[in-house]
């Protein structure tokens, strides 16, 4: 099993540009979630999916986007970045509520 | 007050020194917990589960004392690959299904030779 795979590994974005963050997990998980971790920083919840066609907001969504059409794929959308979205992106999954497992990170920088 | 709070460090200790992690959550409905292991720019990867018996998996011990909301991570016979950020999190139930990962701010740890 790769586990959870996220591509980019970095990105320089200019403001006002869009991306997607790409994650996918090859373990069958039914939840996936979006952190961003700033230096120094804890984990933050963007967004997460306790399943294919079901998401929601967690503590910090303004800025972000997430679909979850399949179960092992959960793109994360940034519109219009802004400097302060210049951040490490981890997806995560897990079987049930209980420990996740992250995926490598995308280190974005917003210029 | 924070949901998870850490002392954040750093802790500088030599080899074969024991250090202690202290942790703790303000949400008392908070059911689960785990420590976290965060190497320098990379994921956080599961270290161990805390149980309310505390429970030991080789130098490391945890510990959960429920009535103080307080939590602890051991380590014994610091090594140098030891040197990390130890994460503290705590799972709770959010309504309608949904569970909530909260994860403190960490604390580093240096073990010097």
């Known amino acids: 099993n790769a586990g959870v795979t996220q591509t980019p590994k970095f990105r320089i974005l200019k403001i006002g540009q869009s991306m997607t963050l790409q994650c996918t997990q090859d373990m069958n998980h039914n939840y996936m979630y979006w952190y961003r971790q700033d230096p120094g920083m804890g984990l933050k919840l963007i967004y997460y999916?306790?399943?294919?066609?079901?998401?929601d907001k967690g503590e910090v969504p303004n800025g972000y986007n997430v679909s979850r059409s399949t179960t092992e794929d959960f793109p994360l959308r940034l519109e219009l970045a802004a400097p302060s979205q210049t951040s490490v992106y981890f997806c995560?999954?897990?079987?049930?509520?209980?420990?996740?497992?992250f995926g490598p990170g995308t280190r974005l920088t917003v210029t | 007050r924070k949901e998870v709070e850490q002392d954040p460090g750093p802790f500088n200790v030599p080899e074969g020194a024991t250090v202690a992690f202290n942790c703790t959550y303000s949400?008392?409905?908070?059911?689960?917990f785990f420590w976290y292991r965060q190497d320098c720019r990379k994921e956080p990867k599961l270290l161990m589960s805390v149980y309310s018996s505390g429970n030991e998996d080789g130098r490391f011990t945890a510990q959960l004392n429920r009535a103080s909301q307080y939590i602890s991570l051991l380590i014994r016979d610091s090594k140098l690959s030891d040197s990390a950020t130890y994460l503290c999190?705590?799972?709770?139930?959010?309504?309608?299904?949904?569970?909530?990962?909260?994860f403190g701010k960490g604390t580093k740890l240096s073990v010097i030779p």
């Open positions: 999916s306790v399943g294919a066609g079901i998401t």
């Open positions: 999190v705590a799972l709770r139930h959010s309504g309608a299904g949904s569970y909530q990962l909260t």
């Open positions: 949400n008392s409905a908070s059911q689960s």
């Open positions: 995560a999954s897990s079987s049930a509520p209980r420990q996740v497992d």
